[in-house]
């Protein structure tokens, strides 16, 4: 998983250096609206752009609503960038070729590493709707689609009336999250925002008497007068609350945040519970249980290992070495000599998990082969030879889990391990971030597909990672998707609080462990960190030193004894590791070439013993507002 992550991460870097490599801001954009009698609607625009790199075109994207139509667009560089719409000399404007694709426009302009100014005219046809008490013009000159896919800086939007209107009879409303209408006179309305970010509506609506609309047809109004203005001030009463909202958001995401980082401050102190340890007691502790303690219960393929040196620790069971048989001997890479265990007990007599753990491997044997685990050879990967192995090795996995479940069982009722508040603030953590999240966009007036799609594929993700605890990719994947779903939100502030938050969220969940560690048990772990750092070599048993070595996976060297005969007989572990023919790397790697072409996964059919006599072998087989595009 660590590896599929890198992978995740560079495959970003790979496509965003590109993306990178060049840019383009709109610092500004300035739009004069004539109302024409006939209800049609004159626009100007002038637009003024900084590309860093080499654009060929820009884009401008008329939104579909409000009107019937667009017509007559046209596109100019403006070279006097001092101009303002409607105060435009022709001598300024160079003519751009301009090509439409639905209600998207681009005009061809060359550009590297500079800036420039493009004027574009155009009509909005029957942009205004005409009653017999007053007229309704709503403009959404930029939207919240995929073709507002840049923040515009500095907008100002001005709306020029047929004739002259006193401003106490009509009404001006601005529908962008930063706007305002900064002035109301009778000939001109002007509104301005500092900026309109991605995906953001900056709409406009102005109600005015219908009689200067003098060659258009007055139905009866859908709605008094009135009504329309109490229905936008609710909606402005509902922005102000949700603002409110937000901010109160913000405040428990900085609250909640640095309850995260307290967290994470405790997880890592509880790393160091147990006092400062003793390296030489952890020889006289059983190995089966110093191996889940150090893992948390987790598994890997040493598993087994454990569980046959912890039946030699308690008499049960004992071991040799011995020769390597023949299908392993014509691998270079297979060790020449493994381990063999034989029992000393009867399976009624031994406790549940050992059962287990006696059935898996010695199948109703006395001994038991550490190479009988072994899957398809690396000499046999190419011929495609033993692959009736795939099978058995996916069996053997199922049942080495069926085993941990029971050992780690076993040690949560010997009160070792405690599973209930990790569990319970692993649920809470998830739950906490996909709550905030979905709270968010509708705060941030966010539209409902955005939320229902990230409601979904978050609520299913949940799902699986209750189902399937121990799984770790569905946390990691609903986390990146949480991270993405964050940056959809409009709001930068309450976007960067919510992105910390939900970052220091997947810490702590990834740094929380699976079980809290009882004071015996943290003792042990503490013992165990002692032993890992440990530079001393063994003064007694070299072979439990070799074992507790072998499963604790310290960093240091191997000691430097030198490998009698004689210590196969009374040392076969460690005489097996001084001669670099260590036992359960091999068997890991037969695993790694037994997974069958094409699939990371195969169902297992259920049936009885399989590994039997190890030696015998198998032959069988763009943008609103403007943007650029480059060749």
Not at 288 to 295: E, S, V
Request: aromatic residues 12%.
């Amino acid at each position: 998983m660590k590896k599929q992550l890198l992978f995740f991460i560079l495959f970003l870097f790979t496509f965003a250096t590109p993306a990178m490599a060049r840019s383009y801001n709109i610092d500004e954009v300035q739009i004069r609206a004539w109302i024409q009698t006939n209800g049609n609607v004159l626009v100007n625009e002038i637009s003024h752009y900084t590309f860093k790199g080499k654009y060929d075109y820009t884009i401008r994207s008329i939104h579909t609503a409000g009107h019937e139509g667009v017509k007559n667009f046209e596109a100019y560089e403006l070279t006097n960038k001092s101009a303002e719409p409607g105060f435009v000399n022709q001598d300024d404007l160079q003519s751009l070729t301009v090509n439409r694709d639905e209600n998207t426009y681009s005009a061809d302009l060359l550009s590297e590493d500079e800036e420039k100014s493009v004027f574009y005219t155009y009509e909005l046809v029957n942009a205004v709707r005409s009653y017999e008490t007053y007229s309704d013009l709503t403009i959404p000159f930029f939207g919240t689609d995929e073709h507002h896919d840049k923040t515009l800086q500095n907008v100002t939007i001005d709306v020029v009336f047929p004739e002259s209107i006193e401003p106490s009879r009509y009404y001006a409303f601005m529908h962008d999250r930063f706007g305002v209408v900064e002035e109301k006179g009778a000939e001109v309305v002007r509104f301005t925002t500092p900026e309109s970010p991605l995906y953001s509506l900056t709409e406009v609506r102005v109600l005015f008497p219908s009689s200067v609309m003098t060659l258009q047809e007055k139905p009866a109004a859908p709605m008094a007068l009135t009504e329309a203005v109490e229905e936008e001030n609710a909606l402005a009463h509902s922005f102000y609350e949700k603002e409110e909202q937000k901010q109160q958001l913000e405040t428990i995401l900085k609250v909640l945040s640095t309850a995260a980082c307290l967290g994470i401050l405790t997880v890592f102190l509880l790393r160091f519970r147990g006092g400062p340890g003793d390296a030489s007691s952890l020889l006289h502790h059983d190995p089966l249980y110093l191996y889940m303690i150090d893992r948390n219960g987790r598994s890997d393929e040493y598993a087994f290992l454990a569980g046959l040196y912890s039946l030699i620790e308690r008499g049960m069971a004992t071991v040799e070495t011995i020769q390597s048989k023949e299908r392993f001997q014509k691998d270079p890479e297979a060790p020449d000599e493994t381990l063999q265990f034989t029992l000393n007990v009867k399976l009624r007599k031994a406790m549940e998990c050992d059962q287990k753990l006696i059935k898996m491997l010695f199948k109703n044997r006395k001994t038991f082969i550490i190479h009988d685990l072994a899957g398809v050879t690396k000499r046999e990967i190419k011929p495609k030879k033993g692959a009736h192995l795939h099978k058995k090795v996916r069996y053997y996995q199922e049942q080495q889990q069926e085993w941990t479940d029971c050992i780690v069982q076993e040690l949560k009722n010997d009160g070792f391990f405690s599973s209930g508040i990790p569990s319970f603030l692993k649920q809470l953590m998830l739950l906490t971030g996909y709550s905030f999240i979905l709270y968010a966009y509708t705060v941030d007036s966010l539209g409902a597909s955005t939320s229902i799609i990230y409601g979904v594929i978050g609520l299913l993700l949940l799902l699986v990672i209750w189902r399937k605890p121990k799984k770790r990719w569905p946390a990691i994947l609903f986390y990146i998707v949480s991270i993405i779903a964050v940056a959809m939100l409009y709001d930068t502030h309450t976007a960067l609080w919510l992105l910390l938050f939900i970052s220091l969220n997947a810490l702590l969940y990834t740094l929380t462990p699976r079980f809290l560690l009882s004071s015996e048990a943290a003792a042990i772990k503490a013992d165990t960190r002692i032993f890992k750092k440990s530079k001393s070599t063994p003064s007694g048993d070299l072979e439990k030193w070799m074992v507790h070595s072998l499963l604790l996976r310290p960093k240091r060297s191997a000691p430097e004894t030198h490998a009698e005969p004689a210590m196969a007989a009374t040392a076969p572990l460690a005489y097996l590791m001084l001669t670099n023919q260590e036992p359960v790397n091999y068997i890991a790697n037969t695993w790694k070439w037994s997974t069958p072409p094409g699939s990371s996964s195969y169902s297992s059919d259920g049936g009885g013993g399989f590994f039997g006599d190890s030696g015998g072998g198998s032959d069988s087989g763009g943008s609103d507002g403007g943007g650029g595009g480059a060749d």
